[in-house]
């Protein structure tokens, strides 16, 4: 099944304790992005990557860090965590970088910093 | 990057036709218009995608004006289940571009 995978789904941790949301797709999609949703706010792109290596900053990238090592993965990494990154966190992948392509989202990863 | 407005919500009853609007005047020539929904505690999915003039599928149906500057999703006979967040996206078809998705609008389907 063609599918967009997050792990984990629910996170609750502290301050400054490091994390990582990991992300995978099995579609062999180039392009691959990590949105935050807000209450009030709508879905703002935090980093998109265009294909392996391959990284740029969206709306919101402040506090948050990437990789695009292989195809398949994006992880979306928080190396001090704060709590106004509380929120919902999704990831999406298309096959081509343009906006004429589907995105397809992944489940959500709903995140809590104390 | 083209800025989309949408209403903020949207009430309606079942059976109902819901349109929602997105206003999007500084639209480029190779943008295209892309209508996602999204349920409370899921990510979005796509419903329907257009340039010009209307687009229909088995969900719903996309009208852009030919100045393009706005376009009207249409929902037909609307049930409980389509009570969701409906979202416009504009974007050119080139690479290398940030996606920005507006506010959305919540659609509200009552009984």
């Known amino acids: 099944e063609a599918q967009v995978t997050q792990n984990p789904r629910y996170l609750i941790t502290v301050t400054g304790k490091k994390l990582t949301v990991t992300c995978s797709q099995n579609m062999n999609h180039e392009y691959m992005s990590w949105y935050r949703q807000d209450p009030g706010l709508g879905l703002r792109q935090i980093y998109y990557?265009?294909?392996?290596?391959?990284?740029d900053k969206g709306d919101v990238p402040e506090g948050y860090k990437v990789s695009r090592k292989e195809k398949r993965n994006f992880p979306l990494i928080l190396e001090s965590p704060s709590p106004n990154q509380t929120s919902l966190y999704f990831c999406?992948?298309?096959?081509?970088?343009?906006?004429?392509?589907?995105?397809?989202f992944g489940p959500g990863t709903r995140l809590t910093v104390l | 990057l083209a800025k989309t407005t949408q209403p903020i919500s949207m009430d309606s009853y079942e059976g109902q036709e819901v349109n929602i609007t997105c206003s999007h005047n500084?639209?480029?020539?190779?943008?295209?218009i892309t209508w996602y929904q999204q349920f409370p505690s899921q990510g979005p999915r796509f419903i329907i995608q257009g340039y010009k003039t209307k687009v229909t599928n088995e969900v719903a149906s996309l009208f852009i004006p030919a100045d393009r500057k706005s376009s009207t999703l249409s929902l037909p006979r609307v049930s409980l289940s389509d009570t969701a967040v409906y979202y416009c996206l504009v974007a050119p078809p080139s690479a290398g571009n940030m996606l920005t998705f507006g506010g959305g609008t919540r659609l509200m389907v009552k009984p």
């Open positions: 990557s265009m294909n392996v290596e391959v990284t």
């Open positions: 999406a992948s298309s096959r081509h970088s343009d906006g004429y392509n589907e995105q397809f």
């Open positions: 500084n639209i480029a020539t190779n943008d295209y």
